[in-house]
C-alpha cells in the first residue's frame, strides 16, 4: 500500500497564497492520475485537482480554476499544490490522492481514488 505524505499549508489571509506538497513512498512515474481533494466541515468532499502522467493533461474544479496550480515531479514522487488569491471557503482539509486507472483526472471523482494521504489543514481567514 502506498503512503501519501501531505505538507504545507496552515493558516494564511484571503488574497495570499499558500502552497502544499506531497510526496508518495512509492515511484509515481506509472501512477496515471495524482491530484488533490479537500473536505470542508459540513460539505461533501471535492474533487479540486488532478494532473496525469508526464503531466500531460491538468484540470482544476470551477471553485480553484486559475487560481491553483498543480505540478507533478515523478523523479521526486511528489505533486505540489500551488494556491493563490486564497478565499475563505478554501478552508477544509486538503488530500494529496492517486487514482491508478486515471478516472479522477477527468472527472474530479472522488470515489473513483484509490489512495490518499492523512490530509492538512488549510484555514483561511478573512
Known amino acids: 500500500q502506498v503512503h501519501l505524505v501531505e505538507s504545507g499549508g496552515g493558516s494564511g489571509q484571503a488574497g495570499g497564497s499558500l502552497s502544499l506538497s506531497c510526496v508518495a513512498s512509492?515511484?509515481?512515474?506509472?501512477?496515471?492520475?495524482i491530484g488533490w481533494f479537500r473536505h470542508a466541515p459540513g460539505k461533501e468532499r471535492e474533487g479540486i485537482a488532478a494532473?496525469?502522467?508526464?503531466?500531460?493533461?491538468?484540470h482544476f474544479a470551477d471553485s480553484v480554476k486559475g487560481r491553483f496550480t498543480i505540478a507533478r515531479d515523478d523523479a521526486k514522487n511528489a505533486v505540489n499544490l500551488q494556491m493563490n488569491a486564497l478565499k475563505p471557503e478554501d478552508t477544509a482539509m486538503y488530500y494529496c490522492?492517486?487514482?491508478?486507472?486515471?478516472?479522477?483526472?477527468?472527472?474530479?471523482?472522488?470515489?473513483?481514488?484509490?489512495?490518499w494521504g492523512q490530509g492538512i489543514l488549510v484555514n483561511v481567514s478573512s
Open positions: 490522492a492517486m487514482d491508478r486507472l486515471g478516472t479522477y483526472c477527468y472527472i474530479l471523482a472522488v470515489d473513483a481514488l484509490d489512495e
Open positions: 512509492e515511484d509515481t512515474d506509472m501512477t496515471h492520475c
Open positions: 494532473v496525469t502522467v508526464g503531466s500531460t493533461s491538468i
